[in-house]
């Protein structure tokens, strides 16, 4: 079992930046790839961004890209989302995924808010 917790999210401004981070416990994290996905009121859950097991592969939203970073520290067992230029449509629960492989998630966290105001 591998245990996410998010943290980081809160009230913004448009135009201003956060940081979301993923931190894990349980089984070994440097094994899993991650991802975070986001979930506005009334719509379904969308993936945002993913990273792989080092860090050496990224894929993002195309609406987030040239905005979001997604990183990790495999030694503090976390994964960022470095949001900045954040927009009113970026309002939504942010929830980090692993999974053994890239778009195959199996543990998920419980989530946390990002508003956005305009």
């Known amino acids: 079992q591998v245990q996410l917790v998010e943290s980081g999210g809160g009230l913004v401004q448009a135009g201003g930046s956060l940081r979301l981070a993923c931190a894990a416990s349980?089984?070994?994290?440097?094994?899993?790839?991650v991802a975070w996905f986001r979930q506005a009121p009334g719509t379904k859950r969308h993936f945002v961004a993913d990273?792989?097991?080092?860090?050496?592969?990224?894929y993002y939203l195309d609406s987030v890209k040239g905005r979001f970073t997604i990183s990790r520290d495999n030694a503090k067992n976390t994964v960022y989302l470095q949001m900045n230029s954040l927009k009113p449509e970026d309002t939504a629960v942010y929830y980090c995924?692993?999974?053994?492989?890239?778009?195959?998630?199996?543990?998920w966290g419980q989530g946390t808010q990002v508003t956005v105001s305009s």
């Open positions: 349980g089984r070994t994290f440097s094994n899993y790839a």
């Open positions: 995924a692993a999974g053994a492989l890239v778009g195959t998630y199996e543990f």
């Open positions: 990273i792989n097991w080092n860090g050496t592969d990224t």
